[in-house]
């Protein structure tokens, strides 16, 4: 039996999703679990992670340009560190007892990058936290990511978090999406 060209480039594009599945159930995992060290690895040294706020308009009105807002992140991966290492501190009372998260990805779209190594994926996430006895909040955002492909798997080089919710009402942000 030969294949086509086109059944040739749908398996290769089904293997690539897998693949960034697979990539983002262990980066939930890690995340879950607070397992940071892994998670770093799995950024790019130069990764910029952003979730700009949202602003609530009405229909008629332009979109504004993101830049100009505020933003619950704006990060690489030292500040990333950073907030990471401040968890660990004793100052992060609100992490004390620790929450538990819960992070789900779905509706992965994939495909090749503007960049030759690069994948632009889009995603929804789900991010399920809960401290304490009655502290529950759902976190939920689209994922706009480029990946950067590596001998066995990838590196997150940027994310762009773009939040469901305009105003946060969780207490805190000491979860990353």
Do not use: C
């Amino acid at each position: 039996m030969t294949t086509t060209n086109t059944q040739q480039t749908d398996i290769e594009n089904m293997l690539l999703w897998h693949q960034v599945n697979q990539f983002y159930n262990q980066e939930a995992r890690a995340l879950d679990e607070e397992d940071y060290a892994t998670w770093f690895t799995m950024l790019a040294e130069d990764v910029h992670y952003w979730m700009p706020s949202r602003e609530s308009l009405f229909r008629k009105d332009e979109t504004p340009d993101e830049t100009g807002n505020m933003n619950h992140y704006n990060e690489s991966l030292p500040s990333l560190q950073l907030r990471v290492a401040r968890l660990h501190s004793g100052a992060a009372w609100a992490e004390d007892p620790r929450t538990r998260y819960r992070h789900l990805v779905t509706n992965l779209e994939v495909e090749l990058g503007d960049n030759e190594g690069e994948v632009k994926v889009r995603s929804n996430t789900l991010v399920y936290r809960n401290r304490l006895e009655r502290e529950e909040y759902w976190l939920l955002a689209k994922r706009e990511d480029v990946l950067r492909i590596t001998d066995n798997s990838f590196k997150v080089a940027k994310r762009k978090i773009t939040p469901d919710f305009s105003s946060l009402l969780s207490k805190n942000l000491n979860v990353f999406l």
